[in-house]
């Protein structure tokens, strides 16, 4: 499906390069013929016909460029696809309702899309967080307000790297599943399910 997609947007893109260059290349001929036939009494006269002839070419030459760019910068590529597979949520600490989350993310179309918040029934409160090293051993966590899901790429959530600060609702137990949505800004939102482990299972 994806080849068949590019295949057409290759098709399209060359039609619409061949149409703008066929303009181009009679809007011209029409200046060239313009200026060799004119008999008018003045230069002004001129000067007006040669413009309204220049016009439609420097319009398709805008065009043409205006293609170029949005076929370079991916536009014309397939959107985004993502998968999200089944998470983990840590088990709370005894008498703490703060715990984190982790998500493998699989995007195997061909553009890049984010991640920029994510829910639960089951939580109150749901923080998207990086990991950074600082120093020798040392870890910085910071909030984020979205997460890049290159295309053709996976994202693994991980406790040094990407995770979810999740503030649970109510007391959970080992095995119990959790339901997430996942918002993406492309792809919208990503229904999904996590189990409660043991931290460092």
């Known amino acids: 499906m994806n080849d068949l997609v590019r295949t057409v947007n290759r098709s399209v893109g060359r039609k619409v390069r061949r149409t703008v260059r066929r303009t181009v290349g009679r809007a011209a001929a029409r200046t060239?013929?313009?200026a060799a036939e004119f008999r008018g009494p003045g230069r002004r006269s001129l000067r007006d016909g040669l413009l309204a002839t220049l016009v439609p070419v420097t319009a398709c030459m805008a065009m043409l460029v205006a293609l170029t760019a949005w076929t370079k910068a991916g536009a014309a590529g397939t959107p985004a696809r993502?998968?999200?597979?089944?998470?983990?949520?840590?088990?709370?600490?005894?008498?703490?309702?703060?715990?984190a989350a982790f998500f493998r993310i699989a995007n195997t179309?061909?553009?890049?899309?984010?991640?920029?918040?994510?829910?639960?029934?089951?939580?109150?409160?749901?923080m998207l967080n990086r990991h950074e090293r600082v120093g020798e051993g040392g870890?910085?966590?910071?909030?984020?307000?979205?997460?890049?899901?290159p295309a053709g790429s996976v994202v693994h959530m991980t406790p040094?790297?990407?995770?979810?600060?999740?503030?649970?609702?109510?007391?959970?137990?080992?095995g119990d599943a959790v339901p997430f949505v996942l918002h993406f800004r492309r792809s919208g939102p990503?229904?999904?399910?996590?189990?409660?482990?043991?931290?460092g299972s």
């Open 82 to 99: 993502i998968d999200v597979g089944v998470g983990q949520v840590f088990l709370p600490y005894a008498g703490r309702e703060r715990t």
């Open 109 to 126: 179309g061909g553009s890049d899309d984010q991640l920029v918040s994510v829910t639960s029934p089951a939580a109150d409160e749901i």
């Open 160 to 174: 040094s790297t990407l995770d979810l600060m999740v503030r649970v609702k109510t007391r959970r137990q080992v």
């Open 190 to 199: 990503v229904a999904a399910v996590a189990f409660v482990v043991r931290p």
């Open 32 to 34: 060239v013929k313009a």
């Open 139 to 149: 870890d910085a966590m910071r909030a984020v307000p979205s997460a890049n899901i």
